[in-house]
T-cell receptor, first 109, second 115 residues
């Protein structure tokens, strides 16, 4: 079983829709949590960190539930440019980041 | 340079051939990571350097994989006797701080195809 699990999708949504992605992690000692975005044939790029108190960056809201070992990402008012793969990322003690498989999002006109 | 530079961008190797993949991190970045990303998967950790010291190589899939960073800057990932299952994108990332803090910058990757 992978340490970080995500629904791979794809999620096809119309422009302007709200879409939510979920992620679970198995290692309770995990320390830091992130969402990365990866465009087709490009490298992953940090979208936002995730905190227990919840955090927002424009149209993006991330939430962490440590008790349930669950992470979410909400995208409001989807744009065509939001089409990408969203990777849930967890850092446990040590050096490595652990990536989920990613959730594919396609925003259509 | 401004970003993490990887070369070559694409590499086609015949099965059994040795390959060497290069990563030039952002100047002054202490930490350097190698990840392997197979098609349809997220990146998987391979190894970590802090300056020239290889502090974690637990993700290297077999003894055919070897990485070095002799002067604490450029790193090379070498794969000996390549197999078809080695086909993947190999991503290098660097960061200023130790222990893989936020602030990773990934390179564009080397896409390896073993035929």
């Amino acid at each position: 079983r992978k340490e970080v699990e995500q629904d791979p999708g794809p999620f096809n949504v119309p422009e302007g829709a709200t879409v939510a992605f979920n992620c679970t992690y198995s290692n309770s000692a995990s320390q830091s949590f992130f969402w990365y975005r990866q465009d087709c044939r490009k490298e992953p790029k940090l979208l936002m960190s995730v905190y227990s108190s919840g955090n927002e960056d424009g149209r993006f809201t991330a939430q962490l539930n440590r008790a349930s070992q669950y992470i979410s990402l909400l995208i409001r008012d989807s744009k065509l440019s939001d089409s990408a793969t969203y990777l849930c990322v967890v850092k446990r003690p040590g050096y490595a980041l652990n990536f989920g498989k990613g959730t594919s999002l396609l925003v259509t006109p | 340079g401004a970003g993490v530079s990887q070369s070559p961008r694409y590499k086609v190797a015949k099965r059994g051939q040795d390959v060497a993949l290069r990563c030039d991190p952002i100047s002054g970045h202490v930490s350097l990571f190698w990840y392997q990303q197979a098609l349809g998967q997220g990146p998987e950790f391979l190894t970590y350097f802090q300056n020239e010291a290889q502090l974690d190589k637990s993700g290297l899939p077999s003894d055919r994989f070897f990485a070095e960073r002799p002067e604490g800057s450029v790193s090379t990932l070498k794969i000996q006797r390549t197999q078809q299952e080695d086909s993947a994108v190999y991503l290098c990332a660097s960061s200023l701080a130790g222990e893989g803090a936020v602030g990773y910058t990934f390179g564009s990757g080397t896409r390896l195809t073993v035929v």
